[in-house]
């Protein structure tokens, strides 16, 4: 979901980004005379209506087609790094001397790192291999951010769960179960009822009594009896008022039970079973609602689960015998083989979402710091076309290339904690080819840019947005 915030908000920025660009080639215009106030409108309407969808939709193929374009070792790199990538964001591990805090201790080239670090390492080849002692480590940590800490899992999940198991014994079973009971005590009653009717019918068409009918008729009695819906044995005599009796009750029952089945398939699964008449302690410890249980909680079906835990006891039972089963789990996908993250293959999804989550951090920021740098030299050449005495357009051009070379070459004159630091030594140094050299330089440049503008974007998000945080 973070992923595709950020994604979706990332295309949004990139389409105004490129509307705004535009529209300033068509605002000089305007100030030109031109364009009339009308046709800029209308102009304006016009590019804004073309641009977005291209825009917003051209960035989305190009990260689907990047997703789809990857492979299995990328994929599974991906997946790896990506869980690293939370476990360092949030202090858990230390990496060749790079620590980032949580909450207001974290800086901001350390947010950037923690963004850009999933696609860099992932470029590594045998990455995991590498980084393999940290793997169980990262793997249980990974786990108990899926299922959260114990204190607020035993409250919010197995309390929860456990209420709704409550309720539905309380609200549903036992009215169900009290409803089939009564129905199945009442089976003789109807039987002696159907029995009256059916000594009624002979009376009105014939004037029979059970013991009276002719031996030719037997037959089309037994017929009318089934017709009246009584499955009657085809040897059954008319006048055999015990298994008739018989027959109606075993009837009544029946459907008093396919109906209660029924109620249970609706409350707890299609193949769910359950026995009429339980106790709590007995309905409880039943394998359908053990197994309802387990998939309300998603709590593996190997950790046993009771209704009388206290937190100390949940904690020992089931929360870190839970938190052990996924992180091996977890262990186990990221030793599997590459071709398990091909297409076909039984980590596919998984692979393609890690690699979408590796990629969109950094392509968001590029296409960001490219926006950025264009509207930075648009402001800067409209700012001196506005200029007493306007500059020239060579002079302007100068300027303009001048202050950007500048911008660019700035931060890497500079250094931090970070950069400086052992694992980006070592991710420079597994990146071998000349294309994944200039990546690395590129993401490097990123984090050190970030202790010079970042100052200035947060003022502007303080003083212009009302100190929005964009969910970051």
């Not at 300033?24 to 304006?44: A, D, P």
Request: proline content about 5%; hydrophobic content about 45%; charged content about 20%.
């Amino acid at each position: 979901d973070e992923v595709d915030y950020v994604e979706t908000f990332g295309r949004c920025i990139s389409a105004v980004a490129v509307i705004l660009a535009l529209f300033g080639t068509l605002l000089k215009n305007w100030f030109r005379g031109r364009t009339s106030t009308m046709g800029l409108i209308f102009k304006t309407g016009i590019m804004a209506a073309n641009v977005f969808p291209m825009i917003f939709f051209g960035e989305q193929t190009l990260i689907d087609s990047l997703a789809k374009r990857s492979n299995g070792a990328q994929r599974r790199n991906a997946y790896w790094m990506a869980l690293m990538g939370k476990s360092l964001l949030n202090g858990e591990i230390d990496l060749d001397g790079v620590t980032i805090g949580t909450g207001e201790n974290r800086r901001p080239e350390g947010k950037a790192f923690v963004a850009l670090l999933p696609f860099w390492g992932s470029t590594i080849k045998d990455v995991c291999q590498k980084a393999g002692q940290v793997m169980p480590f990262v793997a249980k940590k990974t786990a108990v951010r899926a299922i959260g800490q114990p204190e607020n899992f035993y409250k919010k999940v197995y309390l929860a769960s456990l209420q709704q198991i409550h309720d539905l014994y309380n609200n549903k079973y036992v009215p169900g179960s009290n409803a089939y009971a009564r129905t199945v005590a009442g089976a003789s009653k109807q039987a002696d009822r159907a029995w009256n009717e059916y000594k009624e019918a002979l009376i009105i068409n014939g004037g029979y009594t059970p013991n009276n009918i002719p031996w030719l008729l037997r037959s089309k009695v037994r017929r009318m009896v089934q017709k009246r819906g009584v499955p009657v044995p085809k040897n059954w005599h008319p006048a055999d008022r015990g298994t008739f009796r018989r027959v109606v009750a075993n009837q009544v029952k029946e459907k008093a039970k396919v109906y209660f089945n029924q109620g249970v398939r609706r409350a707890l699964g299609k193949k769910a079973s359950l026995a009429p008449g339980l106790s709590w302690p007995l309905f409880i410890k039943s394998a359908a609602i053990r197994r309802v249980w387990h998939d309300k909680t998603h709590i593996p079906e190997t950790v046993a689960l009771a209704d009388n835990f206290v937190f100390a006891e949940f904690q020992q039972k089931v929360y870190w015998p839970t938190v052990e089963i996924l992180a091996k789990q977890i262990e186990k996908q990221l030793h599997d083989a590459t071709e398990q993250f091909e297409t076909s293959g039984t980590n596919e999804q998984r692979g393609k979402d890690a690699y979408r989550a590796v990629i969109v951090p950094p392509i968001a920021l590029g296409f960001s710091m490219l926006g950025g740098i264009v509207h930075l030299a648009k402001l800067l050449n409209y700012l001196l076309m506005l200029a007493i005495p306007p500059c020239r357009k060579n002079m302007r051009l100068a300027l303009v290339v001048g202050t950007l070379l500048v911008l660019l070459l700035a931060p890497m004159a500079t250094s931090n904690a970070i950069t400086s630091s052992r694992l980006v030594t070592n991710l420079k140094a597994g990146t071998a080819s000349p294309l994944h050299k200039l990546r690395g330089t590129g993401l490097v440049w990123i984090v050190k840019a970030q202790t010079i503008f970042y100052p200035m974007n947060s003022s502007i998000r303080d003083y212009f947005l009302g100190g929005y945080d964009f969910r970051a």
